[in-house]
C-alpha cells in the first residue's frame, strides 16, 4: 500500500469523508446547544429583595433562577458559633467571615450540594440545616459538617443596594 | 416446517410472498419450534409485549389531553381524572401499568437467572434486554415526572442531580439537561417528549431481543441444548400461544386488581400536591421498582462513589454472562448456585424495603451490608462458583427424565438423530 501513489479515487474519498464529519458536527453541535438555558431563561439572572422586614433569628427563602435563595438575619450566639469552628473539624473548609459580607446576614442558595434538595430551617445536630431527603447537616454558617453532601451550600453574587436591600445576582 | 420451504396456498398469497415474504415470516412465527417443557416463568416474555402495547395506547391517549407546561401539567393531570371521559380508567392503567411492566420485568429477570438462560448462545439476547430495562426505566422515570406534583418534581431534581457528582462538567452536564437552573418549564417539555419517544425504542429493540431469540432459539427449565425441531419441542402455534394467553389473563386479573381496587396504592400522596421549588418534601422515596438501586446509592456515604455504585449494580447484569462461568445453565442441576440464587432474591428484597426507610442507623447498616452481598454475589461467588461448584447430572434431552432415556451418551445421540 505504501508505495502506491494516491489516487484520485482516494483523494476524493478522504475530502468527502472529511467534509461530511464537519457538516456532520455543525449540524449536531446546534441540535445539542438548543438545550442549554435559553435567553429568557438567562434573562432572570438577578433580584432585589427587601429585608426591612426580617427579625434576628429568622430567615426568608426567595426564589432566584427557579432556586430557594435563604436570607437569614444571624443572632448573635449563631455568628460567635459559626466563628468559633476550628477549620480542620470542617469537611469542607471555608471560614464564617469568608461566606458572608455582613456577619449578621447570610446569603446562601437553599440548595443541598448532595443531590439539590431545600434543607429544613433550624434543623439538625449544628442548630443550622438538615436536609431530609439524605441526611445532611448543616452549620449557622451553611457549611455542611455530617452527612453525604460534599460542599457548604453555596453563596451566589449578591449586594447589598442599601441597608434595606439585597440584589441577588 | 423449514422457513425456506414454505408456500402459501393460495396463488394471491404467493404473488404477495413472492414479493413481501411476511408470510413466511408468519409462518416461522406460528411454527416455531419450542422446548415443550417450558413452565410458566416462560409466559412472561409474552405479558411483557402486553404492558408495553398497553402503555404504548394509554400513553397515546392521555397524551392528547394532557399539555405539558410547567403551570399547566397539574391541572391537566386533573382534568384528565375528573372531566375527560374515561379519563381516570385510561390514567390508572397507564400508572399501574408501569409498575405492572416492572413487576413482569422482575420476573423475567429473575427467571433468566434461575435457568442461566443469560449464557452461551444467548448473551445478546440479555445484552438486549438489560438495554430494555434501562431505558423502562429513564421512561418510567421521565413519565413519573410529568404530573408536575411534589414527588414529581423533586424526584426530577434529585435524580438529574446524580450527574452533578461527574467532576469538572457535572454541574455544566445537569444545567444542559435542565434547560435553566434548576428543574423547571423546559426541563418538563424535553423529559415530555423522551418519554414519547423511548417507548417505540424499546418496542425495536423487543423486535431485535425476539429476533436474537429465535436464532438459537428458546432456553428450557432443564438448561440443555435440543435440537429443533424434534420430539423435544411443539410448535409456538398453538402450545405456546394458549399457555402464554392463559398466563396473560391470569396476570391481568392483578393488573385489574390494582387499576379498580387501589389505584394509588403504588403512588405516593405527595404527589398530588403541585410541585413547589421552595419546599422538598420531608421523605423523598423513588417508585418501588427503583427502590434497590436507591437504596445503593445511598448506602455509599461519598457522593461521586454512591453514583458510581448505583450504575454499576445496573451495569454488572451486562457482563453477567462473562462473570458466570459454570456451563451447566439450569440452576435445577447447581445444587450451591440454586442456594446462592434464593440469597440474591432476598438481598434484592432487602434493598428495597431499606430502600423506602430513612438512611439512617441500622436501616443503614442493612442497607451496606446488603449492598455489599450484591457485588459479592456477582464478582466472588458467581466466578468461583463455576469452578468449585459439582453439578448433578444433567439428561440428554427433555422427554430422558419424563420417559426414561438411554444412559449411554452415544446411544442418546444416535437416538436423537434418528428423531431428527
Known sequence: ?169 | MSDHDYKPKSKVGQWFNDRLPLLTLANHLTDYPTPKNLNYWWTFGGILTFCLITQIVTGLTLAMHYIAHADMAFESVEHIMRDVNYGWLIRYIHANGASMFFLAVYIHIFRSLFYGSYKSPREIIWILGIIIYLLMMAAAFMGYVLPWGQMSFWGATVITNLFSAIPLVGEGIVTWLWGGYSVDNPTLTRFFTLHYLIPFLILGLVVLHIWALHVPGNNNPVGIDIKKPSKDTVPFHPYIVIKDGFALLMFMIVFAFFVFYSPNILGHADNYIEANPMVTPAHIVPEWYLLPFYAILRSVPDKLLGVVAMLSAILILAVLPWLDTSKIRSAVFRPLYRQFYWILVADVLILGYVGAMPAEGLYLLIARVATAYYFLHFLVILPVLGFKEKTLPIPLSITEPVLGGNPNFAMAKKNESKIE
Open chain 1, 1 to 169: 500500500m505504501s508505495d502506491k501513489k494516491p489516487k484520485r479515487r482516494d483523494f476524493l474519498f478522504t475530502a468527502t469523508t472529511a467534509v461530511g464529519a464537519v457538516g456532520a458536527a455543525a449540524v449536531v453541535w446546534p441540535m445539542v446547544d438548543q438545550m442549554n438555558p435559553d435567553a429568557s431563561v438567562k434573562a432572570l439572572a438577578s433580584t432585589e429583595v427587601d429585608i426591612s422586614s426580617v427579625k434576628p433569628g429568622n430567615t426568608i427563602t426567595v426564589l432566584w433562577r427557579g432556586k430557594p435563595v435563604f436570607i437569614r438575619r444571624r443572632t448573635k450566639e449563631e455568628i460567635d458559633e459559626a466563628r468559633s469552628v476550628k477549620m480542620e473539624d470542617l469537611i469542607h473548609p471555608e471560614k464564617d467571615e469568608d461566606r458572608v459580607k455582613n456577619p449578621e446576614w447570610l446569603v446562601m442558595l437553599g440548595v443541598c450540594t448532595h443531590l439539590g434538595c431545600v434543607p429544613l430551617n433550624d434543623k439538625g445536630d449544628y442548630d443550622g440545616w438538615f436536609c431530609p431527603c439524605h441526611g445532611s447537616h448543616y452549620d449557622t454558617s451553611g457549611r455542611i459538617r455530617k452527612g453525604p453532601a460534599p460542599w457548604n451550600m453555596e453563596v451566589p453574587k449578591y449586594e447589598f443596594v442599601n441597608a434595606n436591600t439585597i440584589k441577588i445576582g
